[in-house]
Structures are given as C-alpha cells and as structure tokens.
C-alpha cells in the first residue's frame, strides 16, 4: 500500500485548506480511514477519521472545522480544513484508522501563520 498526501501550505489565521491523500495497491473502498497530524516534537494524533460506510469522527479540538470525506472510485481521502489556528501547524498524514497501520507516505506540512 502507498499513500501519497498532498495539499498543504502556509495559511493565515481563519483561513482554509484541501488536503488529499491517494491510496494504491489496496482495495480502497473496505477499509476505514484517517487522517493524522504531527507537530515538532509532539505524537502523531489521529484529527479525522472515516469509516468504509462513510460514518466520520473528529476530536473535540477539530469539531466543527475539519471535514474528511473520501471517494472510494479514485480511491481518494480529502480532509476540508476550515478556520485554522496557529495550533494546527503540523505535517499531516493519511494513513488507515482503527486497524495497524500501513507505511506511512511523506506527508504534507500545514503551516498556519500570520
């Protein structure tokens, strides 16, 4: 398996960002699915998750801001960053939820900062 993440920058306080991530090499549709996040020095924590039936789950600290969603035909993950804050800088990361872990791809560095 091989996940490719792309999509990131550097933003301002407030403002937004598409993430993407494209999954090969497996049968995409059966597995659920998450999205990770690692800032310098800290662990890498899951922000997003979505289910092979499409049910999604967020922390408390992304609620209500980030949206993930996939499209099992291109075999696709998005996560839809909406009012980022200085705290969310970090690399981000696709990877499989709720079951080991695939390797993991290069990620895509989200930098928030005025």
């Known amino acids: 398996v091989q996940f490719a993440e792309s999509g990131g920058g550097l933003v301002q306080p407030g403002g937004s960002l598409r993430l993407s991530c494209a999954a090969s090499?497996?049968?995409?549709?059966?597995?659920?699915m998450g999205w990770y996040r690692q800032a310098p020095g800290k662990q890498r924590d899951l922000v997003a998750s979505?289910?092979?039936?499409?049910?999604?789950n967020y922390p408390d600290s992304v609620k209500g801001r980030f949206t993930i969603s996939r499209d099992n035909a291109k075999n696709m993950v998005y996560l839809q960053m909406n009012s980022l804050e200085p705290e969310d800088t970090a690399v981000y990361y696709c990877n499989y939820a709720f079951r080991n872990f695939g390797t993991w791809g290069q990620g895509t560095q989200v930098t928030v900062s005025s």
């Open positions: 090499g497996i049968i995409f549709s059966i597995y659920d």
């Open positions: 979505i289910t092979s039936f499409g049910n999604t």
